[in-house]
């Protein structure tokens, strides 16, 4: 599947994020995980439940229904169903039918988030989560908070495509954030390992952005460098560094760092969710960076504006009969590279079935 080999989905035997943990309550919520129907929902006790979404009676949504204690009741007919899955009542008989019983799914709470194991559940090791410290989504240098969600309407690999590409900034979001006349970044330095793609992006001397001037009480020249940090096949963390820029003497000083935290989980085949949060390593007295992307019109602008290109780009894979042909370029370096870590694994998966 565009733009990986045809008949290529996605990484199953591997932890993704599900949900903001904010995001779950008593209130059953319905969510697709790689074209698995889950219903998640927060037990009494205040740990959490993810079930099959779908009662196996008649396949009547269970997000629809309401919470018997820890069980979750069927509005259909009424069946109930405790959180390992098994069927607790069936109103209309005494017994319950053998096979009448949903699939649990393991999960796991870091951060603010909940990750979702939907492969075989005997290789759900909670240490091939993305260690959060070292992501710095846990470092007490950072203030970071998250609660941004968007329903993505495009494949999940486009959302990687653009998260492994900035050089996007200044031309899809030059009416947003990109708006720091700083015209394209320069090429990446860009390095991967087993399971991960780090690229550097450079902006030596733009003006320093609107949104940014008011958030670190500065306007003037700066230097701005990005880290990004794929942890594949779901989490990008990207480091932003922006220095004062003196541009007689071409000298620097540290102005603060930003953390960008994204998590992409495949949906559908043609759809996804996006998770993305802040990080702060100033102000902590202040209210998080984080609060203000979620209250700011200009930067959920932004977040649109790649919403949109996500939704354009589908739309010419789906005119293109699902393959889209395509011309790469020296700066598509390290969005190849996340493309073929996706593709090993979902071969490796193949050959140990």
Not at 39 to 54: M, Q, S
Request: net charge negative.
């Amino acid at each position: 599947m565009y733009p990986l080999e045809d008949g290529a989905f996605a990484p199953i035997n591997h932890w993704y994020v599900a949900a903001w943990t904010s995001e779950i309550s008593r209130t059953p919520l319905e969510r697709v995980i790689l074209d698995h129907p889950v219903v998640l929902y927060r037990k009494e006790d205040g740990g959490f439940a993810a079930l099959a979404g779908f009662c196996p009676h008649r396949g009547f949504p269970l997000a629809k229904g309401a919470l018997i204690g820890d069980d979750i009741e069927c509005p259909y007919h009424g069946l109930r169903f405790a959180p390992d899955g098994a069927c607790t009542l069936v109103p209309s008989q005494d017994t319950v039918p053998a096979a009448c019983r949903l699939r649990s799914y393991p999960v796991a709470e870091r951060w603010q988030w909940l990750w979702i194991w939907v492969g075989d559940p005997a290789l759900a090791d909670e240490a091939l989560i993305p260690d959060h410290l070292a992501a710095r989504l846990t470092d007490p240098e950072y203030r970071s908070a998250g609660g941004n969600y968007y329903e993505v309407p495009g494949r999940y690999m486009l959302m990687h495509d653009n998260l492994l590409d900035l050089n996007h900034v200044p031309f899809l979001h030059r009416n947003t954030f990109g708006g720091d006349g700083g015209g394209a970044i320069q090429l990446p330095e860009v390095t991967a390992g087993d399971g991960h793609v780090i690229c550097t992006f450079t902006q030596p001397n733009i003006e320093c952005p609107p949104f940014l001037c008011a958030l670190l009480g500065y306007s003037g020249p700066v230097s701005r460098k990005y880290t990004s940090y794929f942890h594949a096949p779901c989490l990008h963390v990207i480091l932003d560094s922006i220095e004062k820029l003196d541009p007689a003497t071409g000298q620097t000083a540290p102005l603060g760092n930003l953390l960008h935290i994204h998590a992409v989980t495949p949906a559908t085949h043609d759809t996804a969710h996006y998770f993305q949060g802040e990080g702060q390593n100033f102000s902590h007295s202040e209210p998080c960076l984080s609060e203000a992307f979620r209250s700011s019109e200009m930067v959920r602008a932004a977040l649109d504006e790649d919403m949109s290109a996500t939704r354009l780009i589908e739309r010419s894979i789906k005119v293109h009969q699902g393959r889209l042909p395509e011309i790469l370029l020296k700066a598509d370096k390290a969005a190849v590279l996340g493309r073929r870590i996706i593709q090993a694994m979902i071969d490796a998966e193949a050959e140990q079935a």
